[in-house]
């Protein structure tokens, strides 16, 4: 495998938006390892190229914090690599994400964790409970899809696509946390959502007290809470955060555009 210091930067191959994709793509990757968020090697996120049915994904091997623009993988929807590159790609990672790529147009980027708190709540079966204000951004576009072992059957896709429908948060049980957005900052911000609503339950439960539920009557306002959100901040609200999360980046991990 070739040393990642060595590649060549990629910019004057691709197109300014596939850049684009690709330096927002790595800063996510740096931004789950610096939050905690990677399971070594093998968890993913991708993030479609626009006006095109490829997308971009981690090559398989390198620690998250490791990631550049240049080392992400260009794949089509079959999983062929459309670039040289000396690196492979997670089997698994291409089965859940290219599910997603398939048949979810308004998304551009999908992003799958396998936190500590993400799977233990995806073992309940309950599921995730309304018991927090991040519980409830998360339960107003929320799906469940059951474990089928590790995703290496592509049959498996049409089953993952039929519960994910037009969610942008599905708790896989068993195995974890998958959030889709309409661009890379907007997948993060849900994913960090959606892993603090984790840990908050799990740390309540672990307290043992009896939980105050959240009432049904702002249950059912969820939705719509969720869209005045929507509306009065572009997307899901992560282009606000995402120019602050890039400067700490700079500071903190520098070089994923390279």
């Known amino acids: 495998m070739t040393a990642l210091h060595t590649l060549p930067s990629l910019q004057p191959q691709v197109s300014p938006a596939e850049w684009q994709a690709r330096v927002g793509l790595a800063a996510c990757y740096r ?8 399971d070594l090697i093998f968890t993913h996120i991708s ?6 049915e490829q997308f971009l994904i981690n090559p398989y091997g390198l620690m998250f ?26 089997p698994a990672g291409y089965t859940i994400h290219s599910a997603v790529h398939e048949v979810r147009h308004d998304v551009a980027c999908v992003m799958h964790t396998h936190t500590a708190a993400g799977v233990a709540v995806s073992a309940q079966r309950q599921g995730l409970l309304p018991i927090s204000q991040q519980s409830l951004f998360v339960l107003a576009s ?3 899809h ?7 059957n592509h049959e498996e ?3 993952l696509q039929a519960d994910l429908g037009e969610t942008g948060f599905m708790l ?9 957005g309409g661009s890379i900052a907007d997948t993060f ?60 980046l700079d500071v903190q991990s520098p070089g994923y555009d390279a």
């Open 31 to 38: 931004l789950v390892a610096l939050h905690g968020w990677d």
């Open 47 to 52: 993030a479609k190229i626009p006006d095109t």
């Open 65 to 90: 914090h490791e990631i550049t623009a240049s080392s992400l993988v260009k794949v089509d929807l079959a999983g062929n690599k459309v670039m040289d590159t000396p690196y492979e790609i997670n």
């Open 142 to 144: 929320l799906s469940t």
């Open 146 to 152: 059951g474990y089928e072992g590790v995703a290496l």
């Open 157 to 159: 896709k049409a089953r």
């Open 172 to 180: 896989l049980h068993n195995h974890g946390l998958m959030t889709c």
């Open 189 to 248: 911000l849900m994913m960090f959502i959606f892993q603090r609503a984790c840990e908050i339950q799990v740390m309540a439960q672990a307290g043992g007290s009896e939980l105050i539920a959240i009432p049904e009557q702002i249950l059912a306002g969820a939705k719509a809470m969720a869209a005045g959100v929507t509306r009065t901040r572009s997307g899901m609200g992560g282009a606000l955060a995402w120019p602050a999360l890039l400067r700490k």
